[in-house]
Every structure is written in C-alpha cells, then in structure tokens.
C-alpha cells in the first residue's frame, strides 16, 4: 500500500495487484487480484475502495494531476466527487 495523497481532510492509498503481505518470510497467496484505491474523509469518517473501472478512471485522474500539477483545492474538490460513494466508516486506519 502506498500513500498517495494526505492532508487534514483526505487521505488516498494506492493498494497494489498480487501484493505479498509485508514481513512474510514465505511466498503467500495474494493480497489483491487487482490495483484499488482507498479515499478516506476525514471529516466524515468514512472511506470509499475504488476497483475496476472506477480505479481506472481514478488512475487517469492521478495521470492528469501528475501531468497538470493541480492545486490542494482542485485535488480536494476532485476527491469531494468520490466520497458521494463512501458507505464504509473508518474503524480503523
């Protein structure tokens, strides 16, 4: 799992494909059969996993900051668009 983004309102993790559980001294089944994303709101305390064709459209919205170097705001109000889906409260993150 990778941070990608984090501030005092959201946190994003990029959770890898075929990821191996970190500390295993032995090969293990994998983790994830594909890429997600998880968005967490702060605010709310909830937390949406983004797979499938919803990770790949949130891919092309990272490929597109990466490429345009948007500001806090822009990013945050990108990612207010995905929390409408979050039905998930964070326990525990």
Do not use: C
Not at 9 to 16: D, I, K, P, R, W
């Amino acid at each position: 799992m990778h941070t990608l983004y984090d501030s005092d309102t959201f946190a994003v993790m990029h959770l890898l494909a075929n990821a191996e559980a970190e500390g295993a001294d032995e090969p293990s089944v994998p983790m994830l059969a594909r890429h997600g994303f998880e968005i967490v709101d702060k605010r709310r305390g909830k937390e949406v996993y983004l797979d499938g064709s919803w990770a790949e459209l949130f891919q092309q919205q990272i490929n597109a900051w990466q490429a345009n170097t948007p500001t806090q705001e822009e990013v945050e109000d990108a990612l207010e668009g995905y929390t409408g889906l979050a039905q998930h409260p964070v326990l525990v993150h």
